[in-house]
């Protein structure tokens, strides 16, 4: 399938979830009569290691949906015709953005359509006035989760909590003043979140105003080089039916060879590398919190990799080895980190590798390669 022809499928979709999502908003305001849909009792806590796959080498499968079996709409186009319409237009490949990033990001049916709800606002312009009218207060032209109760249907308690993706990996955004409750409080999707859904998959500006793309040059390495990065792939790939890959040490004086030793990796493993000073970390551990949950989306949404330069780790400031080794022990992906030689504060779930410049005889042999064509035969 064309990207154009997958955009216009994806245009087609969220038409549809739109079309869908209206209904529903409509329907609350025709029945002012109706009895205010209770939620479910809470659900159990999920199941240990969501976020565990978040290192792998691959997107995570899908959670497993904790809310009942939903019968309505999805399964009885008889009460809602446009539920049939939405669901055919689902079965594109591949999928819409909407139902990707929900697989990705393990979401059960609830809380894609409560993502698509906050949503709504940026893609209808009138999105805004139906939310107020469903609430029954002009004051609230937005999504709140008592409002996704009551217009979504087979809600379930645990979309609300801190540790599910919705709120973990700032999906949402969350406009709580005061004393307001959580399920009044003001929802938004957020923007890199939105794009994404639209079908624009672009790194989100935050993490580009701290992360340079590496350009390396993709260059033959040295086989001696060569051999490390082989390594290192032998390793990842022996890791990743674990759930988890272990952060990647790479030691040596030459920063050169470092850097081309992960861009090779990454070449290999079909991702973009990108670098980050070890001063420009923050130190507020909220702020670290929120650069590496930022990223962990990011890990999700594109295929990507993160290097490093810690090469005076050791000479840093205790508020910067401290925030790195906070950084670093957050499920962040594939991440390399190079230094100069073995840290003194052990960096956990870590495999070191010694990366030097090639030997004198490669570098000899790589510029008698160069200069063949230049020179003389006698002078080579």
């Known amino acids: 399938m064309s990207a154009e022809t997958w955009l216009d499928d994806n245009n087609r979709y969220l038409a549809v979830s739109l079309q869908w999502l209206r209904r529903r908003l409509q329907d609350m305001i025709r029945d002012e009569s109706a009895p205010v849909v209770t939620p479910p009792q809470p659900a ?58 929900a697989q990705n990001f393990g979401l059960s049916d609830f809380e894609r359509d409560i993502l698509l709800l906050c949503a709504a606002l940026e893609l209808d312009p009138n999105m805004g ?16 989760f008592a409002l996704a109760f009551q217009a979504i249907g087979e809600p379930s308690w645990d979309a609300l909590s801190p540790h599910r993706p919705l709120r973990y990996l700032r999906l949402l955004e969350i406009n709580q ?42 260059s033959e390495l040295a086989p001696s080089q060569q051999a490390v990065a082989e390594q290192i792939i032998a390793n990842l790939h022996d890791t990743s039916g ?12 030459d920063v050169g060879s470092k850097r081309d030793v992960a861009a090779d990796v990454c070449a290999a493993l079909q991702r973009s590398l990108y670098r980050i000073a070890i001063d420009v970390l923050p ?3 909220a702020e670290i919190e929120n650069l590496a949950r930022l990223w962990q989306r990011e890990s999700i949404l594109l295929r990507v990799a993160l290097y490093i330069d810690a090469e005076d780790l050791d000479g840093a400031t205790n508020d ?28 956990e779930a870590s495999i070191a590798f010694e990366v030097n410049k090639p030997t004198t005889q490669e570098q000899r042999t790589a510029w008698t390669e160069t200069l063949k064509d230049v020179l003389p035969a006698e002078d080579v």
């Not at 199941?47 to 499968?61: E, K, W």
């Not at 006035?129 to 709140?144: D, E, K």
């Not at 910067?320 to 991440?335: P, T």
């Open 44 to 101: 159990a806590a999920p199941a240990p290691g969501l976020f565990d796959r978040l290192r792998g080498i691959t997107p995570p499968t899908p959670a497993k949906n904790n809310a009942a079996p939903v019968t309505e709409p999805e399964n009885n186009p008889a009460v809602d015709p446009s539920s049939a319409v939405r669901a055919e237009a689902a079965k594109t490949d591949p999928p819409p953005a909407l139902i990707l990033l």
């Open 242 to 253: 674990n759930g988890s890959v272990p952060i990647v040490e790479l030691l040596g004086v």
């Open 129 to 144: 006035a139906l939310c107020a009218a469903s609430q029954g207060n002009a004051a609230r032209a937005y999504p709140t």
């Open 320 to 347: 910067i080895a401290s925030g790195l080794q906070w950084f670093l022990s957050r499920d962040l992906g594939l991440v390399f980190v190079g230094l100069r030689e073995p840290p003194l504060r052990q960096i």
């Open 177 to 218: 003043p005061g004393a307001t409750p959580l399920t009044a409080a003001a929802l938004r999707a957020d923007e890199r979140v939105v794009n994404y859904i639209k079908g624009l998959n672009a790194p989100d500006e935050r993490l580009t105003t701290l992360l340079t793309l590496d350009n390396t040059d993709n």
């Open 283 to 285: 130190t507020n551990k």
